[in-house]
């Protein structure tokens, strides 16, 4: 799949799957003037989801996934990899579960609550954990946590890069519930003082052999902000979503946001060595920003954590290693109107109206600009909808008096730090290791991208 | 079904339906140390949801509507009439919409909505809108909003009183999109000034010679907030909710969220006399505040929109009118632990956390108490979670420092205007007009009740 992956990839699936349905509904709201011959009868086409029991496809099949999740375009069932398939999910606040992007490194292990335990390890020794005492021995927090796949707008690379081809759709927002990490850790008397770490590990590995899903996450964020989560949206995770538990990281990019959580260690530093030779693969190798060819190096301590800032200091030479995938970069998308739209300026203004989302990770988002040309002429966006604070996305809207013609319209987003979204991915050959010039730099892993160029719409105005 | 209603309720049923799963689950979430010996595959129960084309079950059917909406508490299936089924609702910031109460005056007609129009009538004359117009001819807007049932624990009145026998679950929080009511009256020119008011009539009535549901709303609030409403926490409307849009009038009673809009009407006051007598029912004789055997007077105009304020100026004798069902009264309702619940203090701290939401329609809602004694003694409870500002409810909690026993909990909520929930409903012979000596006045509607007590909860501590 390439950059110009777009929309018009909708159009490959043949038969009339509930996917398709749900997707031809979508396309039908989104596009004005172009009313599908569809006859809609009077219940939501949201209102397909998952079911539990009923089902007699097969658990890692594509057609089990379409079925339980119409609103994603699906990479791959085993494991399950898919993103939002249309842009109409960029403009609610909030992400229903079934257009909330999957990217599994394992097919999701079938879990009993019950008989589920999370193995806690303290210098003092080791505790298990159950999920009742989870949900009733600790407090109960709520946040609002836009959650985004760090590889999301990887297939915009070139020359291409490994990995699933996300385009626009691997990011979400949920309000997440769950326990505060900081109680666990307290009540069993662990040292959770600035400098140690948490290792989470994810109970999907298929075998021994296997690696194992694991994050080393520095502990001033385990104790600001983690949750042990278990609902989203006020229902139970779903079980590719990491039922019955997953780690929480407000702000952070999805890889930290440990799904099925079955270990955790306080540590002194980063899991490293011999020791955790099946633990380090994604902490140390995988999620790491790297030039081409470049072996990463470990580390047992770093003291960035925010990924941008990393990346400006390894340009900058100020640090020796490669930044790891934390906090998020400030991005914007699009909602409305869709890739290849044709829309008609309404009547009650002759404007068309922009809608999208934007958000910053840890950082508040200060500002939207909209540009429908490609980016020479900015304008300024307004924010609408609720405001659940830094980790939140916020649905931004711009009033659009738009003349017949064809159009490239994108989206910018600035930060509470005045960081802005570059225009474009630079070539490799440029050796570009931070976001500078207007650029967002390649490199191997096709992480963390928030250029808009890649990330605009054309659209064609009647 | 009396006013001792309870969880107990959902022991009746006998077969093993996709409801009764659901409420296992949320049992077994909610009971501490009480671990039911279900075997719980890997899949959320949440995951549960509606089926657009699958089902074989009938329209109308009790059936029908415990497959939809597995979350409910179902009083009748034809209209479709049913409440949230388990306290835990009422731990969440969102309510997923198979566990949103669902009260309909005719069942939910099928609305295909390439095809729906509104007629909106304007002195200059009538136009019609149309969905599509509605979603892309002007702006989207976003809000939180605690849509309540006005009879909403209508089943702990003594005497009974007839209707729907709403104990705790008729109120949900969403987040809901659609389009701001001023823009559609302004590009049509309409007259929106104070003093003007907007008929709205759903396209529910089954036949020519039934009542139609229609609301008088003033146009000061029509401009401020109203939308037009086509989505529900990201999805479209679920034919039950009023697929494919409803007036969503934010922190006002559910009945003036009128439901599958048909007819709007720009008026000088309220729907009044032979013109409109079938539209009358509902504004004029069903929703008011009247004593036994009073009969409403109808009334071409008010000035007052606040239900409480306009209970204290009748209860005063400052008007000759009986209220409307316009604004929320300040409420809470407690959402853990469970009604009857038998609960073990956690092992962190020897405490019980009680966790609840509370609300005050048009105004925040400013602190909320627990009491573990039945309201002699209380204790402030402190608010969590995300806050979307007036018209959404705020998830509150109280660390309970429990010893073994058995208690009755309740909690009261007081508004930004000082208002605090009573204690208990009036007897009908105290002839009591509104709120005050901690009592909620008995009146024949059963509507609005935020007493406290009968809201409590009878808990064990292990």
Redesign the interface.
């Known amino acids: 799949m390439q950059g110009e992956t777009t929309d018009a990839n909708d159009e490959r699936a043949g038969e009339k799957t509930?996917r398709r349905?749900f997707l031809d509904?979508r396309k039908f709201?989104a596009a004005?003037?172009m009313?599908a011959g569809?006859?809609?009868?009077?219940?939501?086409?949201?209102?397909?989801?998952?079911?539990?029991?009923d089902s007699e496809l097969e658990r890692g099949s594509t057609a089990f996934l379409e079925e339980?999740y119409p609103g994603l375009r699906i990479y791959s069932p085993d494991p399950e990899n898919a993103e939002a398939a249309v842009r109409d999910?960029y403009?609610?606040?909030?992400?229903?579960?079934e257009?909330h992007y999957i990217r599994n490194h394992y097919l999701?292990?079938?879990?009993?609550?019950?008989e589920w335990e999370i193995e806690l390890r303290l210098e003092e020794g080791s505790t298990s954990l159950t999920m009742?005492?989870i949900?009733?021995?600790?407090?109960?927090?709520?946040?609002?946590h836009t959650m985004q796949c760090s590889g999301n707008g990887r297939s915009f690379f070139e020359p291409e890069v490994a990995g699933n081809p996300w385009t626009f759709g691997a990011v979400g927002n949920t309000?997440w519930?769950g326990t505060p990490m900081s109680?666990v850790l307290?009540?069993y008397g662990a040292d959770t003082g600035d400098g140690k770490w948490l290792m989470v590990a994810g109970g999907d590995v298929p075998d021994e052999e296997s690696d194992v899903f694991a994050r080393s996450i520095p502990m001033q964020k385990v104790v600001e902000d983690c949750l042990l989560a278990y609902?989203m949206?006020?229902?139970?995770?779903?079980?590719e979503h990491g039922?019955p538990v997953r780690m929480l990281v407000p702000g952070w990019m999805g890889n930290n946001n440990v799904k099925w959580v079955a270990e955790m260690e306080v540590m002194d530093g980063m899991m490293i060595g011999e020791e955790w030779e099946r633990y380090t693969r994604w902490q140390h190798s995988s999620y790491r920003i790297l030039a081409e060819g470049q072996d990463p190096q470990e580390n047992e301590r770093i003291d960035i954590f925010d990924t941008r800032d990393a990346m400006d200091a390894e340009a900058a030479g100020e640090i020796d290693w490669q930044p790891y995938i934390y906090d998020q970069t400030v991005k914007s998308i699009i909602g409305?109107p869709g890739q290849e739209a044709t829309?008609?300026p309404?009547?009650?203004?002759g404007n068309v109206?922009v809608?999208g989302v934007a958000w910053a990770g840890d950082d508040q988002v200060e500002a939207v600009e909209v540009s429908t040309d490609g980016g020479d002429n900015w304008e300024e966006a307004e924010f609408?909808?609720?405001?659940?604070?830094p980790f939140?996305w916020r649905?931004f809207?711009y009033?659009w008096d738009a003349e017949p013609g064809e159009y490239f319209v994108v989206s910018r987003a600035t930060d509470e730090r005045g960081r802005t979204q570059p225009r474009e991915i630079s070539d490799p050959e440029d050796g570009l290791r931070t976001i500078q010039d207007d650029q967002f730099p390649w490199e191997a892993g096709g992480y963390l991208c928030n250029a808009y160029e890649p990330h605009g719409v054309d659209v064609t105005i009647q």
Do not use: C, H, W
């Open positions: 509930k349905q509904r709201m004005t003037g009313l569809l006859s809609i009868t009077g219940q939501g086409v949201g209102a397909q989801e998952m079911e539990e029991d339980r999910t403009t609610s606040y909030i992400t229903p579960r257009e999701s292990p079938e879990i009993d609550e019950d009742d005492e949900r009733r021995d600790f407090s109960t927090e709520s946040v609002a309000i519930t109680e307290e009540a609902e949206n006020g229902q139970p995770l779903s079980a039922f409305y829309v008609t309404r009547s009650s203004d109206e809608i609408f909808g609720p405001d659940l604070g939140g649905q809207r009033l």
